[in-house]
């Protein structure tokens, strides 16, 4: 299984910028996808997880109601629209994948086993 983020930049704060997470392999769309990131000398956090239908979400906190997690099954890519942005946002963002990931664990880095390269997102202020 790959997994191939992009869509992270420069942007200002209030900013917005969508990232995606393309799958590849032996994948499939039933599989529930995520988002961390890990910001400068800081441990690597959740932001946000999807399940396969996109019926249920889950997000960090500090992420609620600025972030949206969405996938296209058709094309295996999961995406991450982050709105008002802030410079604290500023971190590698990672996709990760697992076939099986129960709903108590969606934030938990060890239920997931693939994980994309990361994709830097840097927000100034």
């Known amino acids: 299984v790959q997994l191939q983020a992009s869509g992270g930049g420069l942007v200002q704060a209030g900013g917005s910028l969508r990232l995606s997470c393309a799958a590849s392999?032996?994948?499939?769309?039933?599989?529930?996808m995520a988002w961390f990131r890990q910001a400068p000398g800081k441990e690597r956090d959740f932001v946000a997880a999807i399940t396969f239908s996109g019926g249920s979400t889950k997000y960090e906190d500090s992420v609620k109601g600025r972030f949206t997690a969405s996938r296209d099954n058709a094309k295996n890519t999961v995406y991450l629209q982050m709105n008002s942005l802030r410079p604290e946002d500023t971190a590698v963002y990672y996709c990760?994948?697992?076939?099986?990931?129960?709903?108590?664990?969606?934030?938990?880095?060890?239920?997931?086993?693939?994980w994309g390269q990361g994709t830097l997102v840097t927000v100034s202020s």
């Open positions: 990760a994948t697992s076939a099986s990931v129960i709903l108590s664990n969606l934030a938990s880095q060890i239920a997931y086993a693939y």
């Open positions: 392999g032996r994948t499939s769309s039933r599989w529930v």
